[in-house]
C-alpha cells in the first residue's frame, strides 16, 4: 500500500511538469502579450482599458523604436527563447519565487496572498457546509425513502440544483439586498468599514451577515448534489446481504443505519474529500464579480486579460498541484472507509 502512494505522488512531478509547459507554451503563443500592453499604455495612457488588445495587438509594434523594444524585452525577461524563459521559471519555482507580476509590479506570491482570504474563507465555509448538511439529510431521507418529506425536498433540491449559482446570486441580490424588495443582506466586500471597531462577537455577526448570501451561491450546487449521491448510497447498502443478517439478529433500525450500513455507503462520498485542497483557491469569476469579492476568480481572470503570465503561471502551478495532491488524499481516504481496498 504504502509503495502505491509513494509512486502515486512520483507521478505526481512529471504530470505537474507537464501541464506547467503547456500552460507556459500557450499563454506565451497568445496573442497581446506584456510588451503590446505596455506600448498600448505608453500610446493611450494608463488608464487605457487592456480588453480587445489580443485584437489589435498585431502590427502593434510597427513604428517603434528598436531600443525600446530590446529595453522592454529584456524588463520583461522576453529577450530569450521561450524555452530558456521555462527553465528560468522552472529554476526559480523552487525556491517559491514565480517572480514579478507585470500589472502589479509586485512579487506574484505577494498578489495572491493578498487576495487569498477572500477564497480561502468562502472556500472552506461551504465545503464544511456542504458536508455538514448533505450527509444527515441524505441519510434521512433515505430512511424516509418515497415519503411526502423525501418527495418534497427531492424537488426543492433539484429545482436549486437547475438554477446557475450566478443567476441565483441575482435573484437574491434583487429580493434581499435592497433590488426590489427587502435590503437585509450588504453586497460588497467581507465585512463593514467600522469592522475593526466592533466587538469579537459583532464582528462575527458582521462577518455572517456578509457571508450569507454569498456562501448559499457557493455551497448550492455541490450540496445538492452530495445530498442525493448520499442518499442513493444509502438506500443501494440497505438492499445488501449483510444488512437484511443484521436486520435478521434483531438490531434497531438506527443501528443497522448508521452502525453497519453508514460506512460503506460513505465510499462514494469520500471521492470529493480529496478535492477539499482545492477550496484554498475556490474563486469563482460570477460570484465574486456579482458580489464584488476581490478573491482568486477575480485575480486569474484580470491576469488573464491583462496577459500577467507569471501570475497565470503561479494560479496554475498551485492549483494543479493541489488538485493532483487532491487525488492522492483521495485514494487514501477510500482505504480509511473501507481497509477492505486494496489498491496493489
Given at each position: 500500500m504504502l509503495r502505491y502512494f509513494f509512486r502515486r505522488i512520483l507521478i505526481l512531478l512529471p504530470t505537474l511538469l507537464g501541464v506547467t509547459i503547456v500552460v507556459f507554451a500557450i499563454i506565451n503563443m497568445?496573442?497581446?502579450?506584456?510588451i503590446d500592453q505596455k506600448l498600448h499604455e505608453m500610446r493611450f495612457g494608463s488608464g487605457?482599458?487592456?480588453?480587445?488588445m489580443s485584437t489589435s495587438s498585431r502590427g502593434s509594434t510597427q513604428g517603434v523604436p528598436?531600443?525600446?523594444?530590446?529595453?522592454?524585452?529584456?524588463?520583461?525577461?522576453?529577450?530569450?527563447?521561450?524555452?530558456?524563459?521555462?527553465?528560468?521559471w522552472l529554476k526559480n519555482i523552487v525556491t517559491l519565487n514565480f517572480g514579478e507580476s507585470f500589472t502589479y509590479e509586485e512579487p506574484v506570491v505577494d498578489v495572491i496572498v493578498s487576495k487569498f482570504p477572500v477564497?480561502?474563507?468562502?472556500?472552506?465555509?461551504?465545503?464544511?457546509?456542504?458536508?455538514?448538511?448533505?450527509?444527515?439529510?441524505g441519510i434521512f431521507k433515505?430512511?424516509?425513502?418515497?415519503?411526502?418529506?423525501d418527495v418534497t425536498s427531492s424537488f426543492i433540491l433539484f429545482v436549486f440544483y437547475s438554477i446557475p449559482s450566478f443567476m441565483l446570486a441575482?435573484?437574491?441580490?434583487?429580493?434581499?439586498?435592497?433590488?426590489?424588495?427587502?435590503?437585509?443582506?450588504?453586497?460588497?466586500?467581507?465585512?463593514?468599514?467600522?469592522?475593526?471597531e466592533l466587538s469579537g462577537w459583532e464582528q462575527f455577526l458582521d462577518r455572517v451577515h456578509h457571508f450569507t448570501l454569498p456562501l448559499i451561491c457557493y455551497t448550492i450546487g455541490s450540496f445538492t448534489s452530495l445530498t442525493v449521491l448520499m442518499k442513493n448510497s444509502i438506500i443501494e447498502e440497505i438492499k445488501k446481504d449483510y444488512i437484511r443478517t443484521a436486520r435478521a439478529k434483531g438490531l434497531e433500525e438506527k443501528v443497522?443505519?448508521?452502525?453497519?450500513?453508514?460506512?460503506?455507503?460513505?465510499?462514494?462520498?469520500?471521492?470529493?474529500?480529496?478535492?477539499?485542497?482545492?477550496v484554498f483557491f475556490a474563486g469563482s469569476l460570477l460570484l465574486e464579480t456579482i458580489f464584488q469579492l476581490d478573491g482568486i476568480g477575480l485575480l486569474s481572470y484580470k491576469s488573464i486579460l491583462s496577459r500577467d503570465y507569471n501570475v497565470i503561471m503561479g494560479l496554475v502551478f498551485i492549483q494543479s498541484g493541489l488538485f493532483l495532491l487532491g487525488n492522492v488524499i483521495s485514494d487514501f481516504a477510500y482505504v480509511l472507509v473501507d481497509p477492505r481496498i486494496d489498491f496493489t
Open positions: 497568445a496573442p497581446g502579450g506584456p487605457a482599458s487592456s480588453e480587445g528598436d531600443e525600446v523594444l530590446n529595453a522592454l524585452k529584456k524588463q520583461y525577461g522576453f529577450d530569450r527563447p521561450i524555452h530558456e524563459r521555462y527553465l528560468l477564497s480561502l474563507q468562502f472556500g472552506i465555509i461551504s465545503l464544511i457546509l456542504s458536508y455538514l448538511i448533505s450527509i444527515p439529510l433515505a430512511i424516509k425513502n418515497g415519503s411526502v418529506f441575482i435573484l437574491l441580490i434583487v429580493l434581499f439586498s435592497g433590488g426590489s424588495f427587502f435590503e437585509i443582506f450588504p453586497v460588497g466586500g467581507i465585512q463593514s468599514e467600522m469592522y475593526d443497522v443505519y448508521m452502525k453497519h450500513a453508514l460506512r460503506n455507503a460513505l465510499i462514494p462520498i469520500v471521492t470529493g474529500l480529496g478535492g477539499f485542497l482545492s
